[in-house]
């Protein structure tokens, strides 16, 4: 056989004596699962294969080349099929061709061949897929990616492309408001509310909130981070590095007043309510049981005036508040400052100073409003000191013949301060009310609609001027009621910390620390429950020389009644029966009047004081 030049010793001829030509892919360097195109094509000599045959054999190998399936390939096939996939045509590349044993054998080609040539970088033209890539973050981009992740975490983490760090945190931010939904589910729910006020469960909240703003602290700065703000200029890292931090104070601003005012409550709480009970004769707290057996608890509310320039404590406003507790269906009753001459049980040592009755030797003293300070003033009666509360709860519960269970004072004084807290109270004024000096020259407070200060609200309760102790009385209701019905809760936040500190100074009881848990539930009830009230004023009731017997057949009548179905809560006073003789009065209600001043009652606070 003759070697013809450049023509290797195994070549094939064809039946006509030609050689056939090497093809492009070696069997080596084609991968599993492409099939042998030569195994199905006749020589590309033979008459049956048109120019329209090899172009579409071209362009199938370009498409399995684009879609990866040729890996493989050799530099030179890759080039015309890459060409070939462009509509044009590869430069033909002088390679030897496969050696082909005469016999039509396998080859037996023993020389190296070089490893196939991994996928093509981009823009080389090559048949591997592009990699794509994002577009780069702008400042305002980066930023934008940042601050969406302190809402949604994990946001920023996904957009850098790292997915599973993204996944995790949206996943526990997820278990996180889960677990919220439930524990907001759970203290509202009926009779779990008290648990908030638990010390072990504020605690805990403060706790809680201050790993909350570190841990979105934490958050915003990786997010930043992975964003990756050192492919930004210089400008940008800046300007983003500014705003970055800027929202990390932001993020941390809720957690922190959070922590901030729990544990202001916290203290507040504490420094109101002992943990010990000062008072011997007040009911022992027994968790399994808090109400002692009982069906009903009575708390007497009392303001006091001892501040400024007078010595001691004069309580000059007295109601106590009788609550069922099974429906929180509560009475409340309003006693004057100058009932005269009041009895004490026998079991108080004031029973033995004043047998007939407090200070019954003088015709013009001993008012109620000066039991308090008497048993402060004589701690040798009473047996220890400071016992000013015990001797009004006696007195108070032996004349409506109630046991007075606990008491909480507000001092006045401290009630101004509490009003400017709440940035003053809205109240309706139908005439002047002059106040002060002699006989009101310290100043006036005009007849109209008024966004009343501390001061003038303490005057607005306590003047005298032009008036008497019935019409303060009526007064110090519409005082009152504006400020529970305009200290809303945002309010109080909005304050929390003024309102707490004045409420440690002004504010006193006997009511144990572990009650307030049990209180909480209570005063939710009685939100919903039917309020009555009932006043021992004249002329149904003469303060100089009380009826006993009247003020306590009164009592027990309101109590009776204020079980009986009711659609509305309606205030009342106590008025005798027409045509009844001898028989004990009847609470029934009067019309509703236009002026605070006037010695009447109303059906609703909205209509007497225009709340």
């Known amino acids: 056989m003759t070697m013809r030049l450049g023509q290797d010793s195994g070549d094939l001829s064809g039946e006509a004596g030609k050689r056939r030509p ?28 048109t120019p329209g045959d090899r172009a579409g054999a071209a362009a199938t190998a370009a498409s399995a080349a684009e879609h990866g399936a040729l890996p493989a390939q050799a530099p030179a096939a890759r080039a015309q099929h890459g060409a070939a996939a462009r509509g044009g045509t590869a430069t033909q590349v002088k390679h030897d061709p496969e050696p082909v044993p005469q016999d039509g054998g396998p080859s037996r080609d023993r020389r190296p061949h070089p490893p196939a040539p991994g996928p093509a970088a981009p823009g080389t033209g090559g048949s591997a897929a592009r990699p ?68 072990g469960v504020l605690g805990l909240v403060a706790g809680l909130a201050a790993l909350g703003a570190l841990g979105w602290f934490l958050l915003v700065i990786s997010s930043y981070i992975a964003l990756g703000p050192n492919r930004l200029n210089s400008t940008g890292q800046i300007v983003s590095g500014i705003v970055i931090g800027t929202l990390c104070v932001t993020v941390m601003a809720p957690f922190a007043l959070a922590a901030s005012t729990v544990l202001t409550a916290k203290e507040t709480i504490n420094d109101i309510f002992p943990n010990a009970p000062q008072d011997p004769a007040a009911p022992t707290f027994k968790p399994e049981d808090p109400w002692n057996g009982q069906d009903r608890v009575n708390f007497l509310l009392i303001g006091g005036d001892g501040a400024g320039n007078r010595e001691g404590v004069r309580t000059d406003s007295m109601n106590v508040a009788s609550i069922h507790i099974k429906t929180g269906n509560t009475v409340m009753f309003s006693l004057p400052r100058n009932l005269q001459h009041v009895r004490f049980p026998p079991s108080s040592p004031l029973a033995k100073q004043f047998p007939d009755g407090f200070m019954r030797e003088l015709p013009n003293g001993g008012l109620l409003n000066e039991v308090w300070q008497y048993a402060e003033d004589h701690p040798e009666i009473m047996g220890r000191k400071h016992q000013g509360p015990r001797a009004l709860m006696d007195a108070i519960g032996y004349t409506l013949n109630l046991k007075i269970d606990y008491y909480a004072l507000i001092n006045m004084y401290g009630f101004a301060h509490l009003v400017d807290a709440i940035g003053g109270l809205k109240i309706r004024i139908d005439q002047d009310v002059k106040y002060g000096g002699s006989f009101g020259t310290a100043g006036t407070i005009k007849a109209g ?24 009385m009526a007064r110090q209701r519409c005082v009152i009621g504006a400020f529970a019905k305009q200290a809303t809760p945002g309010t109080v936040l909005t304050n929390f910390t003024k309102i707490a500190g004045v409420a440690k100074k ?59 179905p009711s659609r509305r809560s309606l205030a009342g006073r106590a008025t005798p029966t027409p045509g009844a003789t001898g028989a004990s009065p009847t609470p029934t209600l009067t019309a509703p009047s236009r002026t605070p001043t006037a010695n009447k009652s109303a059906q609703s606070l909205d209509e007497l004081c225009g709340i």
Do not use: C
């Open 449 to 472: 609609y008024r966004t009343l200060s501390g001061e003038e609200a303490l005057w607005y309760g306590r003047s005298r001027v032009g008036s008497d102790d019935f019409s303060r």
């Open 22 to 49: 090497r093809r492009r892919g070696s069997r080596a360097a084609r991968p599993a699962g492409v099939p042998d195109a030569r195994a199905d094509r006749a020589p590309a000599s033979s008459p049956e294969h």
């Open 132 to 199: 794509r890539f994002a577009r780069p973050l702008t400042t305002g981009s980066l930023i934008g990616w940042t601050a969406l992740s302190a809402i949604l975490p994990g946001m920023a983490h996904l957009r850098a492309g790292r997915r599973r760090t993204g996944y995790v945190l949206l996943g526990a931010f997820g278990v996180l408001l889960v677990l919220g939904v439930i524990a907001g589910i759970t203290l509202t729910g009926e009779g779990n509310t008290g648990i908030a006020s638990r010390d």
């Open 506 to 564: 002004a504010a006193q009881t006997n009511i144990p620390r572990d009650m307030l848990e049990h209180l909480t539930n209570l005063a939710l009830k009685v939100k919903d429950a039917k309020i009555t009230s009932l006043q021992f004023v004249p002329p149904e009731f003469y303060t100089g020389s009380p009826d006993w017997q009247k003020i306590r057949a009164a009592t027990a009548r309101a109590l009776r009644q204020s079980l009986q």
